[in-house]
T-cell receptor, first 116, second 116 residues
Framework: DQQVKQNSPSLSVQEGRISILNCDYT??????FLWYKKYPAEGPTFLIS?????DKNEDGRFTVFLNKSAKHLSLHIVPSQPGDSAVYFCAASVGRGSSNTGKLIFGQGTTLQVKP | DGGITQSPKYLFRKEGQNVTLSCEQN?????MYWYRQDPGQGLRLIYY???????QKGDIAEGYSVSREKKESFPLTVTSAQKNPTAFYLC???????????????FGDGTRLSIL
């Protein structure tokens, strides 16, 4: 049962344009969401996160939007740069309550290619 | 520099052998995690530990074992019982997850294990 889904395996965008990566989840208990970026043969690097009490979080060129009613989040990268070419993973966890374990559930990843 | 070190980067195992993957962190993080990544899939949690001398099974713990004798170290043993051990293994750590508090996990660069 895939609780976090990234339905687009790949995305190609022209340099300078906006990249939009999407992620859907099924577990309504998730209340903390993260985006990671991963280059080949390296570990994922944390990019940005959002708590379920917010619907938007911005950090430089990266903005994450959360739509709780649709159980959907997206990562916007503006403007896209060739160095952004990587695999992007969304992840979710259940943080509320006394049994917060910090466990993350990851999507399958979306490969972003930014063309010069 | 603070970080997470995984060694070795590449590891080969013969059929029927146990092998241990190293993970060391100097971030003073309480929580540590082991994930497995297979091609085209997201990261799946093998084991996690929130405190020294304690650890919990993740979603795919069968065929693996861990220990947490020191705060900075969380080695993973892939036993001969793991039927499909070839994968990319990632170790992560975070500040201890607290009730209603969320912290991102930070990853090492991974170990690629292959069966000879």
């Amino acid at each position: 049962d895939q609780q976090v889904k990234q339905n687009s395996p790949s995305l190609s965008v022209q340099e300078g344009r906006i990249s939009i990566l999407n992620c859907d989840y099924t577990n309504s208990m998730f209340d903390y969401f993260l985006w990671y970026k991963k280059y080949p043969a390296e570990g994922p690097t944390f990019l940005i996160s959002i708590s379920s009490i917010k619907d938007k979080n911005e950090d430089g060129r990266f903005t994450v939007f959360l739509n709780k009613s649709a159980k959907h989040l997206s990562l916007h990268i503006v403007p896209s740069q060739p160095g952004d070419s990587a695999v992007y993973f969304c992840a979710a966890s259940v943080g509320r309550g006394s049994s917060n374990t910090g466990k993350l559930i990851f999507g399958q990843g979306t490969t972003l290619q930014v063309k010069p | 520099d603070g970080g997470i070190t995984q060694s070795p980067k590449y590891l080969f195992r013969k059929e029927g052998q146990n092998v241990t993957l190293s993970c060391e962190q100097n971030l003073n993080h309480d929580a540590m995690y082991w994930y497995r990544q297979d091609p085209g899939q997201g990261l799946r949690l093998i084991y996690y530990s929130q405190i020294v001398n304690d650890f919990q099974k993740g979603d795919i713990a069968e065929g693996y074992s861990v220990s947490r004798e020191k705060k900075e170290s969380f080695p993973l043993t892939v036993t001969s019982a793991q039927k499909n051990p070839t994968a990319f293994y990632l170790c992560a750590s975070s500040i201890a997850p607290l009730p209603y508090s969320n912290q991102p996990q930070h990853f090492g660069d991974g170990t690629r294990l292959s069966i000879l």
